[in-house]
């Protein structure tokens, strides 16, 4: 049962980010390029961009309505609207740094000249992975935040949820400073966050996404740690699944098409479930995960689809809704000096 309730999150906030109707008689019809005759309908391919005056990330005070992904009320921010219908593309990946997956996969994107956004769970940081770290810096990628030990959030009291998420945000600092002082690279000033799960929320009297905001003003005087989710999941994180299954599940978000996503089964294992996505995106955030090897396989043949469909890969700093622009997000001196 506990294996259970681990997945859960992960189950349930993916589920609203579906744009599919499911059929277990997948066709081949989806084969190939972009295919105006399986784009989704004018109104649902429209690009659902935010208000101009909303600010990323989000300023107002968060309440128990706030949890869980966006099935559970998050805000459009989060949803990445501007990209819908833009053929855009902004590559995620989770869990890392691994010794064995993760170079494959800087070398894939070094060889595409292609950029990811990275979340790290950083208590994987150590000798062995922090050179691995300091590639994905010097290479041009984006490293992001994703507790220290894949934490799920709604079990902390708020005391161990400030300790360790401070912790693992002062990590995330020290590798930029490493890329710096070390590489004389530029510093990275986007700061993000991923929850594992996807799970977070208003319990044992506090809110996750407020101590968050709390720690920002802390820690930069300003409201700057950014909350990443995403509109597009690969599933790979599924029992069985294949680096074809990876790679169709991308195309699928872009042209519709047989796709594999989870299933609960009655003794809580979660396993694989053929649908066909009806109504795609077209363009997003995807999740993914370089700690599988079936993931980092798929790769070259997602990035060899998207130059012959003219999908265009994107840093996630890009995205308006991610962008840091107009804001100074610097690490405070005095906590530096922890570093």
């Known amino acids: ?20 109707t499911h059929d277990s008689h997948a066709s081949d019809q989806f084969e190939g390029d972009l295919d105006s005759s399986v ?10 961009a935010p208000d101009e005056t909303e600010e990323f990330p989000e ?30 593309l902004a590559l995620t990946f989770d869990d890392g740094p691994s010794a064995d997956t993760t170079p494959q996969l800087l070398d894939t994107l070094l060889k595409y000249d292609v950029k990811a956004t990275f979340f790290l769970v950083t208590g994987k940081i150590n000798d062995k992975t922090r050179p691995i770290v300091q590639r994905m810096l010097r290479e041009g990628h984006t490293i992001g935040d994703h507790s220290i030990g894949h934490d799920d959030s709604r079990m902390q009291s708020e005391e161990k949820f400030r300790s360790r998420f401070l912790q693992s945000e002062l990590t995330i600092e020290q590798m930029k400073d490493l890329a710096v002082t070390e590489q004389h690279l530029p510093r990275q000033r986007e700061i993000y966050f991923r929850f594992p799960f996807a799970s977070y929320g208003y319990q044992k009297g506090y809110q996750n996404m407020n101590v968050i905001k709390e720690i920002s003003n802390k820690l930069y005087g ?17 029992s069985g699944m294949t680096k074809e299954d990876v790679y169709h599940n991308v195309k699928a978000y872009f042209q519709g098409g047989p796709a594999v996503t989870y299933h609960v089964e ?7 479930k053929p649908y066909v996505v009806t109504n795609p995106p077209r363009g997003g955030v995807i999740l993914m995960h370089d700690i599988h090897q079936h993931t980092v396989d798929a790769v070259p043949m997602i990035l060899e689809w998207a130059l012959r469909a003219g999908v265009e890969i994107v840093p996630l700093k890009s995205i308006k809704e991610y962008s840091f622009e107009g804001k100074k997000c610097e690490l405070k001196p005095e906590f530096r000096k922890m570093n």
């Not at 989704?40 to 391919?45: K, L, N, Q, V």
Request: a positive charge; one cysteine or more; aromatic letters at 12%.
């Open 1 to 20: 049962m506990r294996l259970f309730y681990l997945f859960l999150p992960a189950v349930l906030a993916c589920i609203g980010s579906l744009y599919v």
């Open 39 to 48: 784009v989704a309908p004018a109104e649902a391919a429209s690009p659902f």
């Open 59 to 88: 300023a107002r005070t968060y309440g128990a309505k706030d949890q869980m992904h966006e099935i559970h009320g998050v805000s459009e921010v989060y949803k990445t609207r501007s990209l819908v219908g833009s053929k855009k």
């Open 222 to 238: 300003e409201n700057c740690i950014n909350m990443v989710f995403w509109n597009m999941d690969t599933a790979d994180y599924v």
């Open 266 to 272: 009655k003794d809580h294992r979660i396993t694989k």
